[in-house]
Each structure stands twice: as structure tokens, then as C-alpha cells.
Nanobody, 113 residues
């Protein structure tokens, strides 16, 4: 099973930016679609963005134009650049491989003034 370590979360003011990273272990990183999810307190986990092996991307409507997903196959790392953060973006963010059922511990993003 792939092991995932998300990092880069923290507390930021509304309008601020953060970049999340997801480092993966194991082989075959580059053949899978990678997805960022988030889960706010009391809410279900929801899809934020995904990137295919061919680097096609798709975003949830609520982050379009603000978030950018990218991948570095050599580093086995997926990134989520988040701009214009709002309080409603507060959540624990997780990444997941399309080739695994594993979840990491996530990284907390807190948007607050």
C-alpha cells in the first residue's frame, strides 16, 4: 500500500495563500490520477481537485480559479496551490492515489482573521 504524507497546512488570514504537498511512497506514482479532498468539521469529505497521468486537471466549482493542482513525478509529490483563501476553505486536506485505498493523516488549513 502506498503511504501518503500531507504537509503545508496552517493558519492564514482570508485572502491569503498556502501550498500543500503530498509525498507518496512506493512505485507507480506516475501512472495514477491523484486527487485532493477536504473535510470540514461536521461535513463529509469532498473532492477538491484531481490531476491525471497526462496532467489534465479538474476542479470543484468552489475552488475554480483559486486553487491549482500539480504533480512532480520524479519527486512522487502532488501539490495544491491555494490562493484567495476564505473561511469556508477551513478543513483537513487529504490526497489520494487512484491506485490505492490508503489515506494519509491530512493537513489542517485554517482560514481565520
Amino acid at each position: 500500500q502506498v503511504q501518503l504524507v500531507e504537509s503545508g497546512g496552517g493558519t492564514v488570514q482570508p485572502g491569503g495563500s498556502l501550498t500543500l504537498s503530498c509525498a507518496a511512497s512506493g512505485s507507480a506514482f506516475n501512472i495514477y490520477t491523484w486527487t485532493w479532498y477536504r473535510q470540514a468539521p461536521g461535513n463529509q469529505r469532498e473532492l477538491v481537485a484531481l490531476i491525471t497521468p497526462g496532467r489534465n486537471t479538474n476542479y470543484a466549482d468552489f475552488v475554480k480559479g483559486r486553487f491549482t493542482i500539480s504533480r512532480d513525478n520524479a519527486k512522487k509529490t502532488v501539490y495544491l496551490q491555494m490562493n484567495s483563501l476564505q473561511p469556508e476553505d477551513t478543513a483537513v486536506y487529504y490526497c489520494k492515489s487512484g491506485g490505492s485505498t490508503s489515506w494519509g493523516k491530512g493537513t489542517l488549513v485554517n482560514v481565520s482573521s
